[in-house]
């Protein structure tokens, strides 16, 4: 599943044209806010986690995001997809 989120986290940032790997850096690779936002939603619709804005403050790396969405992965039942 770890391949399945990095690849899901490359397909938002595609447009970009930059290379994307669990070392990559948010920062670097979001254009803006939107992107971030873009981010949250498509891994909320997919893996069924909620990123709440002072989480995704400490969430620096793709890695970072990989591993955070393996943790909270369907445990909210509260999410639903859009």
């Given at each position: 599943m770890r391949g399945e989120i990095l690849e899901t986290v490359r397909g938002v940032f595609y447009a970009s044209g930059k290379t994307v790997s669990e070392q990559s850096?948010?920062?670097d690779l979001a254009s803006d806010s939107i992107?971030?936002?873009e981010l949250m939603a498509v891994l909320t619709n997919r893996y069924r986690v909620r990123i709440e804005p002072d989480e995704?403050?400490?969430?620096?790396?793709?890695?970072?995001i990989v591993d955070f969405?393996?943790?909270?992965?369907?445990?909210?039942?509260?999410?639903r997809s859009f």
């Open positions: 850096v948010i920062e992107d971030l936002v995704l403050l400490r969430i620096r790396t793709v890695g970072d969405v393996l943790e909270r992965h369907g445990r909210d039942p509260s999410v």
